[in-house]
């Protein structure tokens, strides 16, 4: 076991999520909303996740500076101090240095866990046995830690990780990190039985990472190490150096570069929930097969069809099959299951088109 | 030319108009929207309509009780006497009757027009042209006339007046009303060319069409004599003799039985718009053949659809062909429009699932 004084939780809530427009909206992207139904937005569910890891003042969340106060609305019993705002969206390896950076002045010893705010995670009990792992795994090692998970299908939305099968024991050595694959490719991932799917979860100590940075992405971390961190001239000072820093994720930036990756094969009931269809394929149906996620619904002839309404207006939908249908105050979407990762290009069409008031 | 002081036209604005739902709702009847989008709603354009016809003061609105204050604020050049309100809803005949009688206790000579509240005229001269010349046809005579329309293609949610083609003049007399029909049978009447559709437009005066009141819907016409028109007492003694009518058309009660019946073939470009499809056909299209009526609507691969939109919602609709998408603040309606007639039983669901509130 490690000292849960030392283990900080950095829950990653700077995302758009745009393949839920129209619920996800800029003002408010999908980790502000309880797309699940289950009474808490995804960001309270990651951060009531986190706390059987770390001390409630160890969780840190990354945001957008533009909802700061969605953030500490949506979470009350945050210090203002545990909100760390990014200016400017600039992908999840400026971040993650941030964060590391500002946890390593406070305390070099850190451990870190990094959470994306907007997972599903069925089995917690499964989930806090991996991270605690994980964080054991990483106490005074030069490891880079991520959680893998089982694969169960072919998905093509996802990264996939194939690591060491010869390793013994609980922890794997990292073989590669993949990009979404075409579905002929995710489907030999699926067969060969060594490869797990990039859930986005990163375990770590303040040190490991930081020297990935400087070995990696040096220039990054020149700039950020100009900040004076944990004071009052840390906000301004990130305000000038941030846009200046390299917009990149930091799979692509620091983990497909190093040497010391390890996962750790987890199966906790996990989904990113990244599309209406990921959403549709974890929820109840009718049986019809249809997910109809709201009251004042009347569905006819409908078929593998998911309707969400955020409104308390009725609809009447006839004679739809695998369909989204999804009524929020600012816009209604009709499209095909098929179309999912679309919805960005719809979203695009709207920015083009000088509509970016629904966007 | 008949002299306009003795012309008098009944607009019927009591129907509900439930193929329109969800535009059309209990509170606000099609006849009250601009569902042309012409700025004008069907009441509105109607009363415009009869006053190339007759004088303002001798225009009369038949609606229902509920929706006084609508027909007064839609038409406020209206005095309160003009607005004839029927406690209940019970069909065509009641409410043609109770005008007859009040327009007789004023004016014994009457001409009578009926109109319906809620149909589509292209060309006002043409129909001008021919409601004088029923006028003029009615003028002291018992006849009991009807508008009837050459029709265009064979309609099966229309009634038709079959005539006798060997009739000279533009008056010809009636052999037979007839039902919505088959396909079948409306493709045999296009091709017989002695049919007409049913407009719902009739002409007559005020002593022909009691007469006909006397003979074939006699208890009817005794429970209204006791009525005191024109004085205070009017409203009052309706609300008690009202209920006790028979439920019934004027089609039915009146014009299927009776001899002296006689219809005008027209041809100014009417439809009676009863349906969403019956709007989309006479509605502009894009090059996919879709009728957009609203702003903020984006279509991608979209067909042959009617889409309407009373929010300043957006709206995105990908895929369907030959839909119906209609969006108020109170509801959502998605169906083929091989359904439109059946939006009727959408609406009766709707009333036995305790969802009042949304019809």
């Given at each position: 076991m490690t000292d849960k004084q030392n283990c900080y939780c950095v829950i990653m809530a700077g995302g758009v999520g745009t393949r839920f427009w129209p619920m996800s909206l800029n003002a408010k992207p999908k980790q502000f909303h309880d797309i699940l139904g289950v009474g808490k937005s995804f960001l309270q569910q990651t951060y009531q996740r986190a706390l059987d890891i770390v001390p409630k003042e160890n969780v840190l969340i990354l945001g957008c500076l533009a909802h700061k106060k969605l953030i500490l609305e949506q979470l009350p019993e945050l210090n203002e101090s545990q909100v760390v705002l990014e200016p400017t969206g600039r992908d999840t390896a400026p971040c993650n240095l941030y964060a590391a950076m500002k946890i390593a002045q406070k305390n070099p010893d850190a451990l870190m866990l990094i959470l994306p705010s907007d997972h599903m995670i069925e089995d917690q009990k499964e989930f806090v046995k991996n991270i605690d792992a994980a964080l054991s795994y990483a106490k005074n090692q030069d490891r880079l830690i991520t959680i893998g998970i089982k694969p169960t299908h072919p998905n093509t939305g996802y990264g996939y990780i194939q690591y060491v099968l010869e390793d013994k024991g609980e922890l794997k050595k990292v073989k590669t990190f993949t990009e979404k694959p075409t579905l002929e490719f995710a489907e030999s991932f699926l067969a060969s039985g060594d490869f797990l799917w990039n859930s986005g979860m990163f375990v770590w100590s303040c040190k490991a990472i930081l020297k990935a940075y400087q070995s990696f992405l040096p220039s990054m971390y020149q700039q950020l190490e100009q900040v004076d961190f944990n004071t009052e001239n840390e906000a301004s000072q990130i305000l000038v150096q941030y846009e200046k820093l390299q917009k990149i994720s930091i799979d692509y930036g620091i983990m497909e570069n190093a040497e010391n990756t390890y996962v750790i094969p987890s199966d906790f009931g996990w989904s990113d929930i990244g599309t209406w269809t990921a959403l549709y394929d974890v929820s109840k149906k009718d049986?019809?097969?249809?997910?109809?996620?709201?009251?004042?619904v009347r569905a006819y002839n409908l078929e593998r069809t998911i309707v969400k309404n955020t409104e308390n207006k009725l609809m009447i939908i006839d004679g739809l099959e695998d369909y989204i249908v999804v009524n929020t105050d600012r816009a209604l979407l009709i499209c095909p299951k098929s179309k999912d990762q679309e919805i960005k290009n719809y979203v695009n069409d709207l920015k083009l088109n000088k509509l970016e008031d629904y966007v």
């Open positions: 049986v019809a097969e249809n997910a109809i996620l709201s009251k004042n």
